[in-house]
């Protein structure tokens, strides 16, 4: 079972930083889970263009192609590495839903002969 690692929160900004160049070229699937919604796919593997955290306006942005996720005051922030970089982020926002990205590389195709 993978395992997930907090982040400090003093340490999110430069995290994502530096994760969010190497996500590059994968896809996304982000998934909404809380009391009031239940479990929602709310993107479903998307191609990235990168993932931030704004401290002045305490607010994590996952950029997919076409769509901005924002999570507003996230109070944890855990993920999930392994050699190939960041496979997964689970985040608790301030109204206590858990809201999950993640990450794979994107599909190959064979070339058109």
Same mark, same amino acid.
């Given at each position: 079972?993978?395992?997930?690692?907090?982040?400090?929160?003093?340490?999110?900004?430069?995290?994502?930083?530096?994760?969010?160049?190497?996500?590059?070229?994968?896809? $996304?699937?982000? /998934?909404? =889970?809380?009391?009031?919604? @239940?479990?929602? &796919? #709310?993107?479903?593997?998307?191609?990235?263009?990168?993932?931030?955290?704004?401290?002045?306006?305490?607010?994590?942005?996952?950029?997919?192609?076409?769509?901005?996720?924002?999570?507003?005051?996230?109070?944890?922030? $855990?993920?999930? /590495?392994? =050699?190939?970089?960041?496979? @997964?982020?689970? &985040? #608790?926002?301030?109204?206590?839903?858990?809201?999950?990205?993640?990450?794979?590389?994107?599909?190959?195709?064979?070339?058109?002969?």
């Amino acid at each position: 079972m993978p395992q997930l690692v907090q982040i400090p929160k003093a340490e999110w900004r430069s995290f994502f930083d530096r994760m969010s160049k190497g996500l590059l070229g994968k896809r $996304a699937e982000i /998934e909404v =889970a809380s009391l009031n919604l @239940g479990d929602q &796919v #709310v993107a479903e593997w998307i191609p990235v263009l990168g993932i931030t955290y704004d401290s002045h306006d305490d607010l994590l942005e996952v950029g997919l192609e076409g769509i901005d996720h924002m999570i507003d005051h996230p109070r944890e922030i $855990a993920v999930e /590495e392994n =050699a190939a970089g960041l496979t @997964g982020v689970a &985040v #608790v926002d301030g109204d206590g839903t858990r809201q999950t990205v993640r990450f794979r590389e994107a599909l190959m195709l064979p070339a058109a002969s």
